[in-house]
């Protein structure tokens, strides 16, 4: 695997898990990604063929991964790889401790900084 496909699992990975999600799971399903690909591969060309104008068939053909397409081949290769990551959704008291965190500093009075505006009375 190259960098760069680290550097967004690890992108996808630290946005969840800051916010409370736990990474639970992950497994590398590329050959199982291919299988699929190859499988399909057929219906995909004829549909392409029938379905999308031909100046736009090359890229149908990259874009859905047909056989010997550059994004085939780059899951062929290893150059890309396709993960499957489970996460465990947050306790709803994450939640809660994070949003009072965030407004710990605030104060109806500090919400009305703009001249010509002040708090409402209640």
């Not at 291919?34 to 060309?45: E, H």
């Amino acid at each position: 695997m190259k960098s760069g496909n680290y550097r967004l699992s690890c992108i996808v990975t630290l946005g969840f898990t800051s916010t409370g999600f736990k990474l639970t799971d992950s497994e590398d399903v590329t050959k199982k990604v291919v299988a699929a690909l190859d499988y399909d591969n057929g219906q995909k060309l004829k549909l392409i063929r029938q379905k999308v104008p031909w100046i736009f068939q090359k890229a149908a053909q990259i874009f859905s991964g047909v056989k010997g397409s550059p994004t085939y081949n780059s899951f062929l290769d290893g150059t890309n790889t396709y993960w499957k990551l489970i996460y465990q959704k947050p306790p709803l008291n994450f939640l809660s401790e994070s949003k009072s965190k965030l407004l710990e500093n605030v104060t109806p009075h500090s919400i009305y900084r703009t001249p010509n505006i002040q708090p409402l009375s209640l």
